[in-house]
Each structure stands twice: as C-alpha cells, then as structure tokens.
Nanobody, 125 residues
Framework: VQLQASGGGLVQAGGSLRLSCAAS????????VGWFRQTPGKEREFVAA????????YYTDSVKGRFTISRDNAQNTVYLQMNNLKPEDTAVYYC???????????????????WGQGTQVTVSS
C-alpha cells in the first residue's frame, strides 16, 4: 500500500490543522495506522494510532485531549485533527500502516512496514 500524507503548514500557537493520510491501491481495512513525528536531531516518535480493527485508538500523553485520529467511512483516508497546537508540536509528521501490527507494538516505529513521505507542521509562538 502506498501512503500520501498531506495537510501540514504554518500555524500560530493555539491554532488547528488536520493532517490526512490517503491510501492508494487499497483501503486501510485490516491495517493498523499510525502517525509519528520527527524533529531534526531527534528520533521519530509515536503520536497516535488506530488498531487493525479500528476499534481502538492510542495517543502519546503529550497530545491527549488535543489530537484526534479518525478515518473516513470508505477507510481509505485517516486523519489527524490537531487542536490547540503548541510550538513543541513542530515536526515532520509521518503516517504509517501495517496489517500485522498488534496492540502491544502499535507505538513502535519498527512495527510498520509502510510509510508516507511526511508533511511539515510548524507552530509559531
């Protein structure tokens, strides 16, 4: 499956952005889908994810209550709604998917085989 991430941009602190991750060639049905982010000089870190069934969502503590992961009914696009953005949210955001990712590994980078190209999010103070 090929993934295309989009929706990044420049926003002031307190603002909102919605990132999209579109799948080409198939839907996300049966795939765990995650969002990760990376800043220069740091390791890529987990942000949010859907379980393979879509019935469970996971968030890193720093975004709980501000970010929401969702998917459209056709299940070929996953969204990351980001509200009340902070300067520390500035990063390149990547979406990832894998049909074999289980709950215990859903926050791990190496649990995903398919990655999008990344979209830059910049939050100014």
């Amino acid at each position: 499956v090929q993934l295309q991430a989009s929706g990044g941009g420049l926003v002031q602190a307190g603002g909102s952005l919605r990132l999209s991750c579109a799948a080409s060639g198939r839907t996300f049905r049966g795939y765990a889908v995650g969002w990760f982010r990376q800043t220069p000089g740091k390791e890529r870190e987990f942000v949010a994810a859907f379980s393979r069934t879509g019935g469970y969502t996971y968030y890193t503590d720093s975004v709980k209550g501000r970010f929401t992961i969702s998917r459209d009914n056709a299940q070929n696009t996953v969204y990351l709604q980001m509200n009340n953005l902070k300067p520390e949210d500035t990063a390149v955001y990547y979406c990832a998917a894998d049909p074999n990712t289980i709950m215990s590994t859903i926050r791990r980078i190496n649990a995903y085989d398919y990655w999008g190209q990344g979209t830059q999010v910049t939050v100014s103070s």
